[in-house]
């Protein structure tokens, strides 16, 4: 089993940015493949981005991209989401989610292990 932790979430105005974590505990983070996912009120889940153990593949919701990044140390057990030039549609649910491979998914249901969430809220 994996436990997944994620913290940073919180309310920042339109154009701020913010630095999510999902700290793991558990069998080998460095092995799997970890993703972010979010989910708005009334919306299903939706990827936003995806890591490779190493970090060579990342994957990014067009949504997304060229504003958040993704990134992992292994090390540390950790993943983290660097969101800059934040939206108002960006306001969610974040989830961290592990994957029993190390092929990068970006289905909802790739993915094995989760997070409880945390929630960000981008002012207008």
């Known amino acids: 089993q994996v436990q997944l932790v994620e913290s940073g979430g919180g309310l920042v105005q339109a154009g701020g940015s913010l630095r999510l974590s999902c700290a793991a505990a558990?069998?080998?983070?460095?092995?799997?493949?970890m993703g972010w996912f979010r989910q708005a009120p009334g919306k299903e889940r939706e990827f936003v981005a995806g890591i490779s153990w190493s970090g060579g593949t990342t994957l990014y919701a067009d949504s997304v991209k060229g504003r958040f990044t993704i990134s992992r140390d292994n090390a540390k057990s950790t993943m983290y989401l660097q969101m800059n030039s934040l939206k108002p549609e960006d306001t969610a649910d974040y989830y961290c989610?592990?994957?029993?491979?190390?092929?990068?998914?970006?289905?909802?249901?790739?993915?094995?292990?989760w997070g409880q969430g945390t929630q960000v809220t981008v002012s207008s």
């Open positions: 558990g069998r080998t983070f460095a092995r799997y493949a």
């Open positions: 989610a592990g994957r029993r491979t190390d092929i990068v998914g970006i289905r909802r249901d790739e993915y094995d292990y």
